[in-house]
């Protein structure tokens, strides 16, 4: 079992930055592969970044890619988003999700996932 507590949300302005935190709880965090998802209000969520269980590998969506850096530090049991150059349209609440065994081809579906986090609001403004 694994518990998801974001934090970070903002509001700010339009180029300026934000660096998200996904807190997990539990010995095995290290073992989970971890995304990010966002969702504005009246669209569907929206896949934004992922990294695998060991940071080997990460994914981006193309409307973050070069903006954004997503990371973790496994001894702190936390996934880090750091998104640059923000714009209007980043506006959202951004959720981390976390699961043990999903495959990566599959980490930019929300249905990959087993564990969700609350969401934490990210307002931009222009």
């Known amino acids: 079992q694994v518990q998801l507590v974001e934090s970070g949300g903002d509001l700010v302005q339009a180029g300026g930055s934000l660096r998200l935190s996904c807190a997990a709880s539990?010995?095995?965090?290290?073992?989970?592969?971890v995304g990010w998802f966002r969702q504005a209000p009246g669209k569907e969520q929206e896949f934004v970044s992922a990294i695998t269980w060991n940071g080997d590998s990460t994914y981006y969506a193309d409307s973050v890619k070069g903006r954004s850096t997503i990371s973790r530090d496994n001894p702190k049991n936390t996934v880090y988003l750091q998104m640059n150059s923000l714009k209007p349209e980043d506006t959202a609440v951004y959720y981390c999700?976390?699961?043990?065994?999903?495959?990566?081809?599959?980490?930019?579906?929300?249905?990959?996932?087993?564990?969700w986090g609350q969401g934490t609001q990210v307002t931009v403004s222009s």
């Open positions: 999700a976390a699961d043990e065994f999903a495959h990566p081809v599959r980490l930019r579906f929300g249905s990959a996932y087993d564990y």
């Open positions: 539990g010995r095995t965090f290290s073992r989970y592969s």
